[in-house]
C-alpha cells in the first residue's frame, strides 16, 4: 500500500540553471518520508532510533517553479529485522520527476537493533513491488583525487544534533562545482555558464557510514572520475575528517552534459583529463 504526500515547491528551491536544485529533491523525499513515519504506529522511532543508511535517486526531468506542490509517493520494499528499503517517485503534475530508494535502519546510540514485531507488522502493511534501479557498480576514490575542504553550518545540524542526511548531497555538489582538472582555476558551473551549456544529474547514490558533527575544523571531499562517455560523467566521492582519515559517507554521481535546453551533447575534453588524474578505483566482486 502506498503512502501519498503533497510538498510544496519554494522559489529558493532553484539553482542558477532555473530548476530546483538535485539536492533539494533529496529534501523533498525526506519530507514524504517523514509524513509517511509520523502518520503510524511507529513515529516513535523517527526521534528516537531511525537513522537513513542510505539513498539512491534517479532523476528523470528537471523539476521547474510552480504554484502546484509535488507528489511523491511513497511505498515499503525489503523489510529486515533491523532495516528497511523505502522507495519513492516524485510526480510534477503528473508526470514523473524523479525515483528513488532509500534504506533506513533502527540505530540506539550508533548501534544497530532490531525493529520489534510491531515495527516489522507496520511497515509490512505498506510493502509493494519496487522497481529496481540501474547498477552503478562498486567504486572508491584513490589515492589521486581532487580535494575540497568544507565546513559544517550550524544549520546544517537537525533535531538528532548532527548534519542531517541531506545535506551531504550539498557537500559532494560544491567539491563537484570546483573540479578543475585543467588547472584554470575556473569553476565547472563557471564554464558552463560561460559555454551557455548545463549540466544535469541523472543520478546521485550516497551511502552513509558515520555522523558528522558540526566543528570548526574543516571536513573534506575527494572526488575521483569512474568513467567518462560521450554525452555524461560519473564521479565517485568520500566524506572525509581529514584529522582522523575516517570516511564518513560514499557517493556516486552520474551528470549529464547538455545544452542551454538540456539536450545531452557531447563532454568537454577537460572531462577526459580528470579520468585521466583522478581515476576512481572499481572494486570487483
Not at 513515519?37 to 526521534?47: E, I, P
Not at 568513467?227 to 560519473?234: A, E, K
Not at 557531447?266 to 579520468?275: D, I, K, Q, W, Y
Request: aromatic share 8%; with cysteine.
Amino acid at each position: 500500500m502506498s503512502f501519498l504526500v503533497r510538498v510544496p515547491l519554494r522559489w529558493v528551491d532553484l539553482d542558477t540553471q532555473g530548476h530546483v536544485n538535485n539536492a533539494v529533491v533529496a529534501d523533498y523525499l525526506q519530507e514524504a518520508r517523514v509524513a509517511f513515519l509520523l502518520s503510524g504506529d511507529n513515529a516513535h522511532m523517527l526521534g528516537t532510533s531511525s537513522i537513513v543508511a542510505g539513498h539512491q535517486v534517479e532523476f528523470l526531468r528537471p523539476i521547474v517553479y510552480a504554484v502546484e506542490p509535488v507528489e511523491v509517493e511513497l511505498s515499503v520494499g525489503r523489510v529486515g529485522a533491523a532495516t528497511v528499503e523505502v522507495g519513492y517517485e516524485v510526480r510534477q503534475r503528473g508526470e514523473p520527476v524523479a525515483r528513488a530508494r532509500s534504506q533506513l535502519a533502527k540505530a540506539r546510540n550508533g548501534r544497530a537493533e532490531r525493529m520489534t514485531p510491531s515495527e516489522l507488522a507496520w511497515f509490512a502493511s505498506h510493502q509493494g513491488e519496487l522497481e529496481p534501479l540501474r547498477d552503478l557498480g562498486r567504486w572508491r576514490v584513490g589515492e589521486a583525487a581532487c580535494v575540497f575542504d568544507f565546513t559544517v553550518r550550524w544549520a546544517d545540524l537537525d533535531q538528532y544534533g548532527h548534519v542531517n542526511n541531506v545535506r551531504v548531497f550539498d557537500y559532494v555538489a560544491e567539491a563537484r562545482n570546483h573540479l578543475d582538472p585543467a588547472g584554470v582555476e575556473v569553476t565547472r558551473m563557471q564554464q558552463a555558464t560561460a559555454d551557455g551549456t548545463t549540466w544535469l544529474v541523472a543520478r546521485q547514490d550516497v551511502r552513509y557510514l558515520d555522523e558528522l558533527h558540526h566543528r570548526l575544523e574543516p571536513y573534506r571531499v575527494r572526488t575521483a572520475y569512474a568513467g567518462v562517455g560521450r554525452t555524461s560523467m560519473t564521479l565517485v566521492a568520500e566524506v572525509t575528517d581529514p584529522l582522523t582519515d575516517r570516511v564518513h559517507a560514499r557517493t556516486i554521481t552520474v551528470l549529464v552534459h547538455g545544452d542551454a535546453q538540456g539536450r545531452p551533447i557531447p563532454v568537454p575534453p577537460e572531462a577526459r583529463l580528470g579520468l585521466e588524474r583522478w581515476p576512481a578505483v572499481q572494486i570487483r566482486r
